[in-house]
């Protein structure tokens, strides 16, 4: 079992950064990848970008590739994204998600999701 709590959302301004947490617990952390998944309204769910446990690989959607950065800190079981430059389209409740097949971009692929953390941009 995977617990996952996300946290760090909140309005912000276009062009503007914030983020975003997502704590871990559960006995085998190691053996999963880490997730992060956007819904906006209306929208389905896409992928965001995924993390190994141990930081070594990541994985990025291209379209947010030089904005939004996925790291694991060094001294607890968490895993942040940060976001920059903002746009309003990035409005949408931001979840994590555990998964042990890998890098996947298919939220099928995940076992464990959070409760998500809402990010507002206003224009």
């Known amino acids: 079992q995977v617990q996952l709590v996300e946290s760090g959302g909140g309005l912000v301004q276009a062009g503007g950064s914030l983020r975003l947490s997502c704590a871990a617990s559960g006995r085998t952390l190691s053996s999963y990848v880490i997730g992060w998944f956007r819904q906006a309204p209306g929208e389905q769910r896409e992928f965001v970008a995924s993390i190994s446990w141990g930081g070594r690989n990541t994985h990025y959607a291209d379209s947010l590739k030089g904005r939004f950065a996925i790291s694991r800190g060094n001294a607890d079981n968490t895993v942040y994204l940060q976001m920059n430059s903002l746009k309003p389209e990035d409005t949408a409740a931001y979840y994590c998600?555990?998964?042990?097949?890998?890098?996947?971009?298919?939220?099928?692929?995940?076992?464990?999701w959070g409760q998500g953390t809402q990010v507002t941009v206003s224009s």
């Open positions: 998600a555990a998964t042990s097949y890998g890098l996947g971009v298919q939220e099928t692929l995940y076992d464990y």
